[in-house]
Nanobody, 118 residues
Framework: QVHLVESGGGLVQAGDSLRLSCAAS????????MGWFRQAPGKEREIVAK????????YYAHSVKGRFTISRDNDKNSVYLQMNSLKPEDTALYYC???????????WGQGTQVTVAS
């Protein structure tokens, strides 16, 4: 199983940007589909974005499309989430996850907190 560690979260103002990073160990990420998820207090965890092993194929939740960009660097065994034009409703614990297929994410990081102040 791949071990994932997220970083880059923090407290920012509405309109600011953040870049989340997810570093993997134990396995190479190149054969995994990677995703970013988030969970706000009192809400269920939701998909934010995911990227196929071919980095040209991505998916974004409607709420973040056009503001967030997922990318991967297989040489660095890492995945990133560039978040621009952040909104207070983006406040959540953000998780990185790995999957062998498009839907079943079986490896998860511990999460990094993103808080957007209005």
């Amino acid at each position: 199983q791949v071990h994932l560690v997220e970083s880059g979260g923090g407290l920012v103002q509405a309109g600011d940007s953040l870049r989340l990073s997810c570093a993997a160990s134990g396995r190479t990420l190149s054969s995994y589909i990677m995703g970013w998820f988030r969970q706000a207090p009192g809400k269920e965890r939701e998909i934010v974005a995911k990227i196929d092993t071919s980095p040209d194929f991505t998916y974004y939740a409607h709420s973040v499309k056009g503001r967030f960009t997922i990318s991967r660097d297989n040489d660095k065994n890492s995945v990133y989430l560039q978040m621009n034009s952040l909104k207070p409703e983006d406040t959540a614990l953000y998780y990185c996850a790995a999957a062998r297929n498009w839907y079943d994410f079986g490896s998860w990081g511990q999460g990094t907190q993103v808080t957007v102040a209005s």
